[in-house]
């Protein structure tokens, strides 16, 4: 059977003269990623971690979200995790469980649905089932941007929902007390392609700038970074583009990977 090959156009002159100092094929290949200046190539061949990440606060409503989050936690009251069943929501979910652990806090329980029993999503059963347990907040990981009955059930039970998501928001938002979501219109945040780990390590990023200011717990520099193992694995599997900050949380995810304490890893 004979076979029809597309071979991606050359590389434009102005552009292989900018990647001058790159060998022939490095020079392609930048260019085939929609990579045409040396700035953004160097974010691309020599990822860094201080420099290529983004101010948490870029995303819309993260001082609310985050001002939320530390004032459940000062009263401590119950917080309850609820992240999505696949690789993508498990990882994050034990992202944030270690975080609050590294700070201290035990006054949360995780939640996971069960993909064939519950489905997709916030349902009404799960959210009893968290009022019932005393939990007074809910943050979703993954999942929630398009769950507006299953928000206005846990907002009846006196629960407040903050939603962090990667998804496309419907036609309808829900009526949640806070959503990150890089997605939901009005959000300028200069990265469009996080997954639902991502997004979660962004509320984690801007947890620890405010615990910093305020000199809460005993924080140390950099100590987040050791959450991204999770963070890293669930960006590669959640199939999003390897650009951007993307590209960071995956570098060091790996990096983080290979020293990991955690024994499932190990193996």
């Known amino acids: 059977m004979s076979k029809k090959y597309s071979l991606r156009e050359p590389i434009p002159k102005e552009i292989d003269e900018i990647f001058g100092v790159y060998n022939p094929l490095v020079r392609s290949l930048l260019y085939s990623r929609e990579i045409k200046d040396l700035d953004s190539a160097e974010r691309f061949l020599n990822t860094d971690y201080e420099k290529h990440m983004n101010d948490p606060f870029l995303i819309k409503n993260m001082d609310k979200d985050v ?3 530390l004032k459940e936690i000062k009263k401590n009251e119950k917080i309850g995790i609820y992240s999505d069943y696949d690789a993508d929501g498990i990882p994050g979910g034990v992202a944030l469980h270690d975080f609050f652990k ?21 349902n009404h059963d799960a959210i009893k089932s968290l009022v019932d347990d ?27 929902v903050i939603i962090t998501d990667h998804h496309i928001p419907g036609k309808k938002i ?27 390590f962004k509320v984690i ?22 959450l991204l193992d999770m963070v890293g694995l669930a960006t590669m599997s959640d199939m999003v583009p390897l650009l951007g900050e993307n590209r960071v949380l995956s570098y060091y995810g790996m990096k983080v990977f290979k020293k990991s304490p955690r024994p499932g890893l190990q193996k």
């Not at 590294?102 to 916030?122: D, S, T």
């Not at 005393?134 to 407040?160: P, S």
């Not at 890089?182 to 991502?198: A, R, T, W």
């Not at 990023?205 to 050791?226: H, N, P």
């Open 205 to 226: 990023q801007g947890l620890v700038v405010k615990i910093k200011e305020k000199g809460l717990f005993d924080w140390k520099d950099g100590q987040e970074k050791w």
């Open 134 to 160: 005393g939990v007074n907040l809910i943050i979703t990981i993954d999942c929630g941007i398009t769950d507006v009955d299953e928000v206005t059930f846990a907002n009846k039970h006196k629960v407040d």
């Open 174 to 200: 829900p009526k949640a007390f806070a959503i990150i979501n890089h997605k939901q219109e009005d959000c300028n945040y200069p990265e469009n392609y996080l997954c639902g780990s991502g997004t979660i």
């Open 67 to 69: 001002k939320r989050i």
């Open 102 to 122: 590294k700070i201290g806090y035990n006054n949360f329980v995780n939640y996971i649905p069960l993909r064939n029993e519950e489905g997709f999503g916030l």
